[in-house]
């Protein structure tokens, strides 16, 4: 059966790993419309849960993918200051 509104986008998830964000992983697809007000909604159908997920998902067009992590520099004595 064909959907009517076709999925567009991509869900991404964060992935955890020792406490560090480490990279995004492909949970989903969804796809973003717009009602009669003008107010966006969005549609998202996960297919998996990563392990250490924080809730926080990202929807992005099919074809982009989201920004690589951060390197992350070890805390220092000085930090904690």
């Given at each position: 059966m064909e959907q009517k509104?076709?999925?567009?986008?991509i869900q991404w998830s964060q992935y955890y790993e020792?406490?560090?964000?480490?990279?995004w992983i492909e949970t989903g697809r969804g796809r973003i419309?717009?009602?009669?007000?003008g107010n966006l909604i969005a549609?998202?159908?996960?297919?998996?849960i990563?392990?250490?997920?924080?809730?926080?998902?990202c929807l992005l067009p099919i074809g982009v993918r989201p920004p690589d992590p951060t390197p992350q520099r070890p805390v220092t004595a000085?930090?904690?200051l």
């Open positions: 509104n076709p999925l567009t986008h020792g406490g560090r964000f480490r990279e419309d717009k009602d009669e007000s549609h998202a159908y996960s297919n998996r990563p392990r250490g997920d924080n809730g926080y998902t000085e930090d904690e």
